[in-house]
């Protein structure tokens, strides 16, 4: 059973920055997907930022070019930098990547961002 678990989150004012993280239990290969999701109050979860492969990411258009995804394969870990954060971030994030053709999830770092 892989495991993840995040972490990072926090209070923050607005125009802040936090840096997720995100321990994933078993070796991550460069392929494997991974991404942050995101769920905010009242709101459906929707993705953030994933990375297919090594050197390729994708950005939700409400953080692109403020948040950066990376991943380290030696450490097992997948990061979400997060820079001028706006109270709409406020959320639930969580992780997610893709091994043996399954989803696995981790159980989510609050965020909150205060105007």
């Known amino acids: 059973q892989v495991q993840l678990v995040e972490s990072g989150g926090g209070l923050v004012q607005s125009g802040g920055s936090l840096r997720l993280s995100c321990a994933v239990s078993e070796r991550m290969i460069s392929n494997t997907p991974v991404a942050w999701y995101r769920q905010g109050p009242g709101k459906q979860r929707e993705f953030v930022a994933g990375m297919l492969d090594y050197s390729t990411a994708n950005y939700a258009d409400s953080v692109r070019g403020r948040f950066t995804i990376s991943r380290d394969n030696t450490e097992n870990t997948v990061n979400l930098q997060m820079n001028s954060l706006k109270p709409d971030d406020t959320a639930v994030y969580s992780c997610?990547?893709?091994?043996?053709?399954?989803?696995?999830w981790g159980q989510g770092t609050q965020v909150t961002v205060s105007s």
């Open positions: 997610a990547v893709t091994m043996g053709g399954r989803n696995y």
